[in-house]
């Protein structure tokens, strides 16, 4: 129910971490939102970017990985979803700007990537981001109020992806 992320059509706005916690019912999370990933830069300020995201991915209990359904699928993505495969946390692929297209066709090639069914939402709409939130957060116990610790943000979920393709959006 903020703006603190950073929105602009400009890729490499956000350049390192940011932390919210999320609610979505009585469900309470921590959203990391990360700045472009490349898995494979070597220096300069796009290997510190990668840097932070690889720090979120580490901390995340689930992460989202948020393409761009405008675009479709690059080479990029396929690098990213590589290195997420790796990551041993488990990965919930998100087709971003999916407003007003045929959502079957947006997702059909992002199946390629081998994470399951994407996932076809309109972070700048709304346009099913709490079907997302909820199947990220059913992968995770609903724990009793007594149980609960105030400090405790509940899951974390980092979203990760290349430059400008919606992160910042949908936080």
Same mark, same amino acid.
């Given at each position: 129910?903020?703006?603190?992320? +950073? ?7 956000? %350049? ?12 309470? @999370? ?32 689930? +992460?989202? @990985?948020?393409?761009? *359904? ?13 290195? +997420?495969? %790796?990551? *041993?946390?488990?990965?919930? +692929?998100?087709?971003?700007? *999916?407003?007003?297209?045929?959502? *079957?066709? =947006? ?31 059913? /992968?995770?116990? =609903? ?5 609960? /610790?105030?400090? /405790? ?8 992806? %290349? ?9």
């Amino acid at each position: 129910k903020s703006r603190d992320a +950073l929105v602009a059509d400009q890729p490499g706005l956000t %350049r390192d971490r940011h932390y919210g916690v999320g609610r979505l019912g009585d469900r309470d @999370f921590l959203v990391v939102d990360t700045a472009g990933f490349d898995p494979v830069a070597k220096d300069g300020i796009m290997h510190e970017m990668a840097r932070q995201a690889e720090q979120a991915i580490v901390e995340a209990d689930a +992460l989202l @990985f948020l393409t761009d *359904g405008r675009v479709g699928l690059t080479p990029h993505d396929e690098q990213i979803a590589a290195h +997420l495969r %790796r990551a *041993g946390r488990p990965v919930h +692929l998100v087709v971003n700007k *999916g407003e007003g297209m045929n959502r *079957g066709l =947006v997702a059909a090639e992002f199946h390629a990537l081998g994470l399951g069914d994407p996932l076809v939402i309109s972070s700048a709409h709304g346009d099913g981001v709490k079907a997302l939130l909820e199947l990220v957060l059913a /992968d995770f116990p =609903v724990e009793p109020d007594e149980d609960r /610790d105030a400090s /405790d943000g509940g899951p974390a979920v980092a979203i990760v992806g %290349r430059p400008n393709v919606g992160k910042s959006t949908l936080i």
